[in-house]
């Protein structure tokens, strides 16, 4: 539906225009360049005609959720238990609501970084990852389970993971890594220029906050450009899997 508004070979050409197309090998050498201003300022320009798309990528994200819920919550018999469900009942309904939410959000995530890259993509690429999801499923247990251990070694470790691995989900979908090596590629480049990273992260956080606080008629702005300021700092430091 969005796709009727953009110019692709404007967008195409961008990235090669500034030379911003990192690549796997290039991001773990840390041969990148990365800027703040500059990478949210390139979000903010052009998340101007994708706000659509990414909203119906939101909206189909929320119904899947609630679908998935639903299902989870028949199945497993915590909707029928009349509010005297067992543990064994709750933690089968949780982890089936957890691990299909995996593919959901990496598709979210794609939807920025294609977006970022001037490629084809519409809402529905939500909904395109499901056929990853078991390495998506390890990918995130295993950042949980390390961040959680980081936290509990005097917490800075855990926080210089939690920005670390950044890229650990869009790596396993979009340049089809394996779990470990995505979390290690995402470690290796992220870490040449951590601080950055953490202040990039901050603002997005911060541009959020403000977006929900002004009556959450800002999200309407602020999503959109969280997500597609995510994918131009995705392809400046690890391009396109097309892309030597």
Same mark, same amino acid.
């Given at each position: ?37 500059? +990478? ?13 798309? /990414? ?7 929320? @119904? ?11 199945? +497993? ?18 982890? @089936?609501? +957890? ?33 990853? @999801? ?55 480049? /992220? ?38 300021? @995510? ?14």
């Amino acid at each position: 539906m969005s796709d009727m508004y953009k110019a692709p070979q404007a967008e195409l050409t961008n990235g090669e225009e500034h030379g911003d197309f990192g690549s796997v090998e290039k991001g773990i050498a840390g041969d990148y360049s990365f800027s703040i201003s500059e +990478t949210v300022s390139e979000g903010w320009r052009l998340s101007k005609g994708k706000k659509r798309t /990414v909203w119906l990528g939101i909206l189909l994200y929320v @119904i899947a959720l609630i679908a998935i819920t639903v299902v989870a919550g028949f199945i +497993t018999g915590v909707f029928t238990a009349e509010g005297d469900a067992s543990f064994t009942q709750e933690l089968i309904y949780n982890l @089936i609501t +957890t691990i299909i939410g995996f593919p959901l959000a990496a598709g979210m995530t794609m939807i920025g970084i294609k977006i970022a890259r001037g490629e084809d993509t519409s809402g529905t690429e939500v909904l395109a990852y499901f056929d990853k @999801i078991v390495p998506l499923v390890i990918v995130n247990f295993l950042m949980a389970i390390f961040i959680f251990i980081g936290l509990l070694l005097l917490v800075l470790p855990g926080i210089y993971l939690m920005v670390a691995y950044l890229f650990a989900i869009p790596l396993v979908v979009d340049q089809n890594l394996g779990p470990w090596q995505a979390l290690e590629a995402s470690r290796k480049a /992220v870490t040449k220029r951590w601080f950055s990273f953490l202040g990039f992260l901050i603002l997005l956080l911060l541009i959020g906050l403000a977006g929900f606080l002004a009556v959450l008629i800002g999200m309407i702005w602020a999503l959109p450009l969280l997500f597609i300021a @995510i994918g131009v700092a995705y392809r400046k430091v690890f391009g396109s899997p097309h892309r030597a």
